[in-house]
């Protein structure tokens, strides 16, 4: 079968994780990738032998630059079966009716509202009903987090009612213009920030609400999470479920901070650093009637990554079983939590 053909609009945090997994799968491959501007990321991108496609105005400057560019944006889509909108939030939005002209498929991401493809994506809460999808949005790092570890109990314990408090970090590592670089943001002010009705998005019949600080970190975030199921169960019941699911890390040997996770996966040598599993303290998790909590780190920069990947396979129609996709997207990219 021939492979998916597909571009990444947009070459920053999110966007390199995705084009190097999308090259690492069998099924698929990346046409190009795209940049606003010739720095350093681009010249890497050059290295690893990545296209580079950009915005027509920008052609010169990458030629000045000595990284010519391989075309238009416009035209790295002509080639493409399926666009991964990686640009900013916001960007995404008005990405889209150039995306209708030329009649490709297309996934954003967390920074984009529902409403652009009015279906938002988790591997393990709803592949299916990506199956054959022209559009759709992978929700955010934090909104993956929450879905993959309520899912997950939901199966087996049915979820009444969910209430998480997240602590955000500031920015992604490589982010010098942004802060807070001494303080504690509330953010928002207002209850519920986007996360809890961001996961009614991809889980309408959970019960959720979320309130959300930033702090001056740039490693991971990490969420409280509080939990009513309707089942009895205990802690190593729970414990049990998390084990059992491919992208959760139970983490223990006296881990007690995101620095130490991330330490850990340079030491596992994972690429950038990458922690594709979100990771639950398994001491953390507490059980008194029917009610759970537990603490749980994301790694913002590549939690969303095998989400992509499942979305394009679903979208692409090379895969019409979630659990068999994710192993394949698991295997290829090495991703194992063992
Ligand atoms: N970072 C994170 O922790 C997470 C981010 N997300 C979401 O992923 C999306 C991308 O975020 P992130 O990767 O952090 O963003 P970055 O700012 O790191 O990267 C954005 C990329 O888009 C390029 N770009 C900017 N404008 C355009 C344009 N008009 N056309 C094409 N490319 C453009 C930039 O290129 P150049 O630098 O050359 O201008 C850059 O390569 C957002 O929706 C965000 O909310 C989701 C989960 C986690
Ligand atoms: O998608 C993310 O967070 P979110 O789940 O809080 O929206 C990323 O960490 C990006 O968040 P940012 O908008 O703080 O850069």
Same mark, same amino acid.
């Given at each position: 079968m021939a492979k998916a053909k597909i571009a990444v609009n947009g070459y920053g945090t999110i966007g390199k994780r995705v084009a190097d997994a999308v090259k690492a799968q069998d099924d698929m491959e990346v046409v190009g990738v795209s940049k606003t501007k010739p720095n350093y990321e681009a010249s890497v991108a050059h290295r690893l032998g990545y296209d580079i496609y950009t915005l027509a105005e920008n052609v010169e400057a990458f030629e000045k630059a000595g990284m010519p560019a391989a075309g238009t944006i416009e035209e790295m889509l002509e080639k493409s079966d399926l666009v991964v909108d990686c640009t900013p939030g916001g960007i995404g939005e008005k990405n889209k009716p150039m995306y209708e002209k030329v009649g490709i498929k297309a996934i954003w991401q967390g920074g984009e509202s529902h409403t652009i493809s009015d279906f938002s994506f988790n591997a393990e809460s #709803?592949?299916?009903?990506?199956? @054959?999808?022209?559009l759709t949005r992978v929700v955010s790092c934090n909104t993956t987090a929450l879905c993959r570890a309520i899912s997950a109990i939901d199966r087996e314990l049915e979820v009444n009612k969910v209430r998480v408090s997240l602590t955000r970090r500031? %920015? =992604? *590592? #490589?982010?010098?213009?942004? @802060? *807070? %670089? =001494?303080a504690i943001v509330l953010n928002p002010v207002k209850l519920p920030s986007h996360h809890g009705p961001d996961v009614r998005s991809v889980l309408p019949h959970i019960n959720i609400t979320t309130a959300a600080t930033k702090v001056p970190t740039t490693l991971m975030h990490v969420h409280t999470v509080n939990m009513d199921v309707n089942k009895d169960c205990t802690a190593e019941d729970v414990k049990n479920i998390f084990g059992s699911q491919s992208r959760i890390r139970l983490i223990g040997d006296g881990i007690t901070s995101t620095a130490e996770i991330i330490e850990y996966a340079r030491d596992i040598g994972r690429p950038r650093h990458d922690m594709w599993e979100l990771c639950?303290?398994?001491?953390?998790i507490t059980v008194t009637e029917k009610e759970l909590y537990f603490f749980h780190a994301v790694h913002q920069e590549s939690i969303v990554v095998p989400e992509n990947v499942d979305a394009i396979r679903a979208m692409m129609e090379l895969e019409s079983d979630g659990s068999k996709s994710i192993e394949k997207t698991n295997k290829a990219i090495g991703l194992s939590n063992k």
């Open positions: #709803n592949y299916e009903q990506a199956v @054959g999808r022209d500031a %920015v =992604d *590592p #490589n982010e010098i213009k942004k @802060g *807070p %670089v =001494d639950i303290w398994s001491e953390s």
